[in-house]
């Protein structure tokens, strides 16, 4: 995942901005990490540089 | 049988994993033409307006032979776009829309399977197509800001989507003012019998998902679409329905004979539709 898309995604659930914490990156590309509704309270995994941003509950 | 939504997405989701493993198209074509040897997501994808030129640019693996139609000809993608595929799959469409918007443009794919998102990174990756994006995500929770796209396609996706409005809402909330909706799906001309529709098998085969065309165009105007224009239409032959795996196994299950499979299948459409977000909304 390009950090610069970052701009454009949101969470799932609410609509809201997340924020994107990074494990491990390659050339501006998050490879690993997380990125996280505060208001939800939910973190979404980014795992081969693809984030999951299926719906879940807490 | 009749599934809940959470079953139905269950379904659909274990099902195009298994395709994504063993590369096998479903959702058939127009036409067929037998006795060849052509690899039959060529030949399924050369039926529903793909040309040589669009099958040979993508990286291999990336065309299932699972579209029943080719947005990106109807389109009309400019360079510097951001274009929204759902139900992106093995990326095919991406890589084509990738190509047009070149590299001040960007295209993103979600789709819930994580089989097929897994072969469209890797296809991405290997060929270089920097402005490609994949997301794992569903359709009625998209994970895409407010009036971010520039451009929405789908192809033979919604169908299969038990929340068509959702979708359909989904995808307004996604493209910005005068952004455009482009989709290829499957439509009913009339309800499909019982015993097809109730069938699992038949839904993952894009059939039994689909709803009565007017229904389909309803959705999308009532949730803000301008100028919803169906741009074309043609229906599925017996023939390709027949080589449908899961089409196959729907009438071997309920023991229908060919000619009553024929006329059940009858009012199944495929169809490109355009509809365009408003400027003021």
Request: aromatic content about 4%; overall charge negative; hydrophobic content about 35%.
């Amino acid at each position: 995942m390009k950090k610069d898309l970052m701009n454009i995604l949101c969470c799932p659930k609410c609509k809201g901005k997340l924020g994107l914490d990074v494990t491990k990156e390659e050339n501006d590309e998050v490879i690993e990490g997380a990125l996280t509704c505060n208001a939800c309270d939910i973190t979404y995994p980014i795992q081969d540089s693809i984030p999951n941003l299926l719906p879940q509950t807490k | 049988m009749t599934m809940d939504n959470t079953e139905a997405k269950k379904e659909v989701r274990k099902a195009y994993g298994l395709i994504a493993k063993e590369a096998k198209p479903c959702c058939g074509p127009a036409k067929t033409c037998c006795g060849n040897s052509v690899d039959p997501a060529v030949r399924i994808s050369k039926n529903i307006g793909y040309d040589d030129e669009d099958i040979g640019a993508v990286p291999d693996g990336a065309n299932l032979g699972l579209g029943c139609g080719n947005p990106i000809a109807f389109a009309e993608l400019q360079p510097g776009e951001t274009v929204l595929d759902l139900g992106s799959g093995a990326g095919f469409d991406c890589f084509l829309a990738s190509k047009v918007v070149g590299e001040n443009g960007s295209v993103i794919g979600v789709d819930m399977t994580p089989e097929m998102l897994e072969k469209a990174r890797s296809a991405a990756q290997n060929e270089g197509y920097d402005n490609v994006e994949f997301r794992m995500g569903e359709i009625e929770n998209l994970p895409v800001a407010n009036d971010t796209a520039d451009v929405v396609i789908s192809n033979c996706v919604i169908n299969l989507v038990p929340d068509k409005l959702r979708a359909f809402t989904e995808a307004y909330r996604a493209l910005k003012p005068g952004g455009r909706l482009m989709v290829s799906d499957i439509v009913l001309e009339k309800e499909l019998p019982d015993y097809l529709r109730q069938s699992v098998s038949a839904y993952v085969g894009c059939i039994s998902g689909a709803v009565l065309k007017h229904v389909y165009l309803d959705i999308i105007r009532s949730v803000g679409f301008r100028d919803v224009e169906v741009l074309e239409e043609s229906h599925f032959s017996i023939e390709s329905m027949l080589n449908d795996p899961s089409a196959k196994a729907v009438i071997e299950k309920t023991k229908v004979t060919p000619e009553q499979a024929e006329m059940a299948l009858a009012p199944v459409l495929s169809m490109r539709v355009r509809g365009v977000k408003g400027n003021g909304d």
